[in-house]
């Protein structure tokens, strides 16, 4: 899923091509995107485009008249930038918006249709979409702290909370907590105030990092290569390979359709976390030290 640096460089991306422009069309080539009634969808044809913002993971066309289109990519939706009129492709589109600037399309990989778009009528009808996390960063040291322990969760939950925090994912949250060089099975109610402290630096550094490697990649282009998994991540989607730190196999646990990757050596003392469905299976020859 597209995570908060992915949405942001989307975010400038689609600002610097439709903000002070027209959207003249919309065309849903899914019956399943759409999950407002109302206002129309036909309601914002014509109308000038005032911005792009964000909420959390979601993504934000500001129109005239107080009008609002909201994306949300869930997993497997991405945005691509055409010339006007281009066309979505036929498996995989799910709608095409079409500005004076040109068409933005959006598809989604995979037979399951999560993707969403929201028209709010007002920005009372926007806010009602926002889960109400914080962002990391623009909060406080203090805000961050009163947020983590405002609940009695594991660090990976608590940071994939987008009640608690607004546009971490499963990729990020891996990566911030093996900058921070915590268990992701910590509870947040054991955390020492130098842990908080330590999460919060790391948290910032590592979005603040990313932003600024996928600004870079993307140039002046669309971004494209929009990736939950990339080569230069320390820990996410590396299972097996040497953590950068320290060496160490990078391990992973799996949860629903989730998964935590973490480095043993640097975050667990040497302990390898149990996966439920594994570790039940094997019982007592699953590997409880890394030296297993």
């Known amino acids: 899923m597209p995570e908060l640096p992915d949405i942001i460089v989307y975010q400038e991306a689609l600002s610097r ?17 759409l999950r407002t009634v109302e206002p129309p969808i036909a309601s914002v044809e014509g109308r000038g485009v005032a911005g792009v913002e964000r909420v959390g993971k979601r993504l934000v066309l500001a129109l005239d008249g107080d009008l609002f289109l909201v994306l949300h990519l869930m997993i497997a939706g991405r ?16 709608a095409a918006f079409d500005f004076t600037s ?3 399309t959006l598809t989604e990989a995979g037979s399951k249709r999560r993707a969403a778009l929201h028209l709010a009528g007002s920005r009372a ?27 009695s969760h594991t660090l990976k ?14 990729a990020y949250s891996d990566e911030a907590l093996h900058a921070a060089q915590l268990s992701p099975l910590q509870l947040t109610g054991n955390l ?9 630096e790391a948290t910032r550094q590592v979005l603040h990092v990313w932003i600024e490697r996928l600004r870079q990649e993307a140039g002046d282009a669309f971004p494209e290569k929009v990736t939950a998994f990339r080569k230069d991540m320390a820990v996410h989607g590396r299972f097996r390979q040497p953590c950068p730190r320290c060496g160490a196999p990078v391990q992973r646990i799996v949860y629903a359709q989730n998964e935590a990757n973490y480095c043993p ?20 020859d699953w590997p409880r030290r890394l030296e297993d």
């Open 192 to 200: 020492a105030d130098d842990e908080v402290s330590r999460l919060y």
């Open 79 to 94: 945005l691509h930038w055409k010339e006007k009129g281009a066309q979505p492709p036929k498996k995989v589109g799910l």
């Open 17 to 33: 091509r439709v903000t002070g422009m027209t959207l003249e069309h919309v065309r849903l080539s899914s019956p399943f995107l």
């Open 157 to 170: 939950r608590s940071l994939t909370d987008p009640r608690l925090f607004s546009g971490i994912g499963n």
């Open 265 to 284: 050596r640097c975050q667990t003392g040497g302990r390898l976390l149990a996966d439920r469905a594994l570790s039940r299976l094997l019982r007592e």
């Open 102 to 104: 040109g068409t933005l």
């Open 125 to 151: 009808a926007l806010q009602a979409l926002d889960p109400g996390g914080i962002d990391v960063l623009a909060a406080s040291p203090e805000e961050f702290r009163a947020r983590l322990r405002s609940a």
